[in-house]
């Protein structure tokens, strides 16, 4: 596959790393998804080796954009709680480039991953002004998005709020680890929306995470927030779709030198 608008994503998870070809024209699937569990210990040489065997099952040798559990900063991961330490200072774009051999890498923040593909081609696809995307699970994920684009690693699940972090009271893992009810656990998940409400003033939320699939069950108790919220549409493969967004820039850079430089051949 050599369609400039063909990009592999790629979605490094705590317990999966799942692939597929990306048509990002119009931000849908187009290869089947292939899986391969997270080595155990999710060492860096570990974890892109399977990154390696995924994109040889695929045959793939185009660019690739991934979306990782971290904190990257120009290349160089700066935060990784979910996986090893030896990810910390780890210029994991170096190290992806040089190991797949393909022409393009990009990496970003999961969260961010799923955020941009709900903003552009699910729940907030045609939304102007600020879009946050929220993915509620064994912590709190956002993604920050105003007219499209994206204000990467805003990590708000750690905002304090009543002297403690957010994800200690408004994630899906928090209402099952103190047995709440949904009224119980969704009036926490509104307190938490609406000191977001009054930072942020988005024009829409996206409620992402399991829970997405129920907002019957809790959406009804949000009710100090004035926002509109909707549940994100994407489900699983918004985080593939959505790292495969990342090198899009890099694509089209890519196409622009190339042809610079054909012109200077003639």
């Known amino acids: 596959m050599n369609e400039s608008h063909l990009i592999l994503g790629v ?32 060492t860096p040489k570990a974890v892109v080796a399977a990154l390696a065997e995924l994109t040889a099952r695929l045959k793939w040798r185009g660019p690739v954009g991934v979306g990782f559990p971290g904190l990257i900063k120009q290349g160089v991961v700066r935060r990784a709680p979910n996986l090893d330490p030896g990810w910390v200072r780890h210029e994991i774009v170096d190290h992806l480039q040089r190991v ?54 805003t990590e708000l699940g750690h905002l304090e709020i009543g002297g403690q972090d957010a994800e200690l009271f408004a ?8 047995k709440w009810t949904w009224e119980q656990w969704g009036r926490n998940v509104d307190r938490y929306l609406t000191v977001l409400e009054y930072m942020l003033a988005p024009d829409l939320f996206i409620i992402g995470g399991g829970v997405s699939a129920e907002p019957e069950l809790f959406f009804r ?46």
Do not use: W
């Open 11 to 42: 979605d490094i998870g705590g317990t999966s790393i799942k692939a597929a070809a990306v048509d990002t024209r119009k931000g849908s699937l187009a290869t089947t998804v292939a899986r391969i569990k997270t080595p155990q210990p999710a």
């Open 100 to 153: 797949l051999g393909v022409p393009l890498v990009a990496v970003g923040n999961d969260a961010d991953a799923a955020g941009l593909a709900e903003a552009r081609f699910g729940a907030g696809r045609g939304v102007r002004g600020t879009v946050v995307l929220v993915t509620l699970g064994t912590g709190i994920g956002s993604a920050v998005l105003h007219n499209g684009s994206l204000l990467p690693d």
């Open 171 to 178: 994630s899906t893992l928090a209402r099952e680890r103190n």
């Open 221 to 266: 108790h949000l009710e100090n927030v004035e926002c509109k919220i909707v549940p994100a549409t994407m489900g699983n493969d918004a985080g593939i779709v959505g790292a495969a967004l990342f090198a899009v820039p890099g694509v089209k850079a890519l196409a622009r030198r190339r042809q610079r430089g054909a012109k200077r051949a003639k």
